[in-house]
């Protein structure tokens, strides 16, 4: 089940250097980014929908800090009402930082870049969110050049409404947008047209590797442009899965070092496959990052 489906049924209910067979003898960067670690909740949409308040709670345990949800949809998120999943996180001392929203292409729910979005945003402001990331393109918004654009001038108008409210907008890449159109890369399209005072990339550091390009290249050339982070690795045996971070393919110590050229401020650790338990890969992943970053 892809991205989008799972959110919609849920809410109602490298290359080079980059790729590298191991890390054993690599020196961690010498200062430290920030003390927060973040998590993408997607990586325990198993669990999560089932025991909320327990999640979050192992969550907080393991040292996560901060988090980005998804699925909000018509005011609740997680099948349970927006401010009960805020209050629940912040007894816990987990700050959402971010969220995950759908551009509402074929939906009929509310929450939506195109149907409740002030709402939505309204909702984001409450929980103390700074950003709200746009996350997957159902294939049928992504098949031309043109739609790419619009998707665009829809984005800088939502972001309008965020700033209103002192949220940033984002927007979060699979692989697609780096699968050539007419011979041109969707990425670099958005990078051109989305209004950078109004909107960051959240770069998914495992999909653009797996589209053969270099995050240090998108840093040097769009410099401050990808204040958030997907952390995921890429298994040895097979590019379609993830690994625990450190086990995999991507050298996260050299990406992490141009993390200033980036305009890193927030990162989440996101899985999708896991050889273990969604929940063991998550401390896993921990441990791995707490001693890189």
Same mark, same amino acid.
């Given at each position: 089940?892809?991205? %989008? ?5 849920? @809410? ?10 191991? &890390? ?5 960067? !010498?200062? !430290? =980014? +920030? ?5 993408? &909740? ?7 929908? !089932?025991?909320? /308040? ?5 969550? @907080? ?14 005011? !609740? =998120? ?11 996180? *912040? ?28 709402? @939505?945003?309204?909702?984001?402001? +409450? +929980? ?35 700033? %209103? ?18 011979? /041109?890369?969707?990425?670099? =399209? #958005?990078?051109?047209? &989305? ?5 960051? #990339?959240?770069?998914?550091? $495992?999909? =653009? ?8 290249? $998108?840093? *040097? ?37 141009? %993390? ?25 992943? $921990? %441990?791995? &990052?707490?001693?890189?970053?």
């Amino acid at each position: 089940m892809n991205r %989008r489906t799972f959110i919609q049924h849920s @809410a109602v209910a490298a290359t080079g250097s980059l790729l590298l067979p191991s &890390l054993v003898g690599c020196n961690p960067p !010498k200062e !430290k =980014i +920030a003390k927060n670690m973040g998590l993408q &909740l997607y990586t325990l949409r198993d669990v999560i929908f !089932k025991d909320l /308040q327990g999640t979050l709670k192992k969550v @907080a345990d393991i040292g996560y800090t901060e988090v980005e949800t998804f699925s909000y949809n018509d005011g !609740k =998120i997680f099948g349970q009402p927006f401010s009960d999943y805020v209050k629940m996180a *912040n007894d816990l001392g987990l700050k959402t930082v971010s969220g995950h929203y759908l551009t509402g292409f074929n939906q009929q729910t509310s929450g939506n870049l195109s149907n409740g979005w002030e709402q @939505a945003v309204a909702d984001a402001k +409450a +929980a103390g969110q700074e950003y709200m990331v746009i996350a997957y393109l159902a294939k049928e918004e992504r098949e031309t050049i043109d739609q790419y654009k619009a998707l665009c001038e829809s984005i800088n108008k939502g972001a309008e409404v965020c700033k %209103r409210y002192g949220i940033k907008m984002g927007y979060h890449n699979h692989d697609f947008e780096f699968a050539a159109i007419d011979n /041109q890369i969707p990425y670099d =399209i #958005m990078l051109a047209e &989305l209004d950078p005072s109004l909107v960051c #990339m959240e770069l998914d550091l $495992y999909w =653009i590797v797996r589209a053969g390009y270099s995050p240090a290249d $998108y840093f *040097n050339r769009y410099p401050g442009r990808f204040e958030l982070w997907h952390v995921k690795d890429m298994s040895k045996d097979d590019v379609t899965k993830n690994a625990d971070l450190g086990t995999g393919k991507i050298n996260f110590v050299e990406i992490f070092s141009q %993390r200033q050229q980036s305009g890193l401020k927030h990162f989440f650790v996101e899985q999708e496959t896991y050889e273990v338990s969604s929940m063991e890969s998550v401390k896993n992943n $921990y %441990r791995y &990052l707490k001693d890189i970053v």
